[in-house]
């Protein structure tokens, strides 16, 4: 089956950590997201990637980083840097064009205490 | 620029009624709009998407949203409710030339 692996489900760390969420897909997209979910406000782009090596800050990438070596995986480091690390964390792919629909990971929940 | 207004950040409904989720949005150009489900702990599934054929566009689920462009909407309904439908909505607006954003969404709740 083509989809969207996210892993871990659930994460935790300690403050001051950096950690690394790991997104691959087996659907041949080209682009590829991550989101952060917080009750509330919605689904916020924090980085993208439209080909291979790569990619856009969204609109909250402070204290992220990512990279795109390969088409299939899109990983997401959270940074010692970002304030408030707790929350949802959702990958996404699509085919490249704005009518393509976004496939989604099942998410990884991040805690950091 | 582009945005998504979802009226209503809580909605309940009893078993068998009629499922009414409100969505507006801005957009310049030509949107492209979604409609996206999120059940606890899992991603978002896409319903049903409107991207400039016929206005009316039929979902999975049963679900179904008119894009009415005079009204700036896409509404999405159910004409009866199952305790199955319980969960989060989400509306999303994207162009040719932009990202997709979404809305800040509508939690479901029905009421046996």
């Known amino acids: 089956d083509g989809g969207i692996t996210q892993s871990p489900k659930y994460l935790f760390r300690k403050e001051g950590q950096n950690v690394t969420l790991s997104c691959e897909q087996n659907l041949n997209h080209d682009a590829m997201y991550w989101y952060r979910q917080d009750p509330g406000q919605g689904l916020r782009l924090i980085y993208y990637?439209?080909?291979?090596?790569?990619?856009q800050k969204g609109d909250i990438a402070e204290g992220y980083s990512v990279s795109r070596e390969k088409k299939e995986s899109f990983p997401l480091t959270v940074t010692s840097a970002q304030k408030n690390p707790t929350a949802f964390y959702l990958c996404a792919s699509s085919s490249s064009t704005g009518a393509s629909p976004l496939h989604f990971g099942n998410g990884t929940r991040l805690t950091v205490t | 620029a582009q945005s998504v207004t979802q009226l209503g950040s809580h909605v309940s409904v009893s078993e068998g009624a009629l499922v009414l989720l409100r969505c507006n949005y801005s957009s310049s150009v030509p949107p492209y709009l979604f409609w996206y489900v999120q059940y606890p702990n899992q991603g978002l599934q896409l319903l049903l998407k409107?991207?400039?054929?016929?206005?009316l566009v039929k979902g999975i689920n049963g679900f179904e949203a008119e894009f009415k462009k005079s009204e700036t909407s896409f509404h999405l309904t159910k004409p009866s409710a199952h305790m199955s439908d319980a969960a989060e909505y989400f509306c999303?607006?994207?162009?040719?030339?932009?990202?997709?954003?979404f809305g800040t969404g509508t939690r479901l709740t029905i009421i046996p």
């Open positions: 999303a607006v994207s162009s040719q030339n932009e990202k997709l954003t």
């Open positions: 409107y991207t400039s054929a016929a206005t």
């Open positions: 990637s439209q080909i291979v090596n790569d990619f």
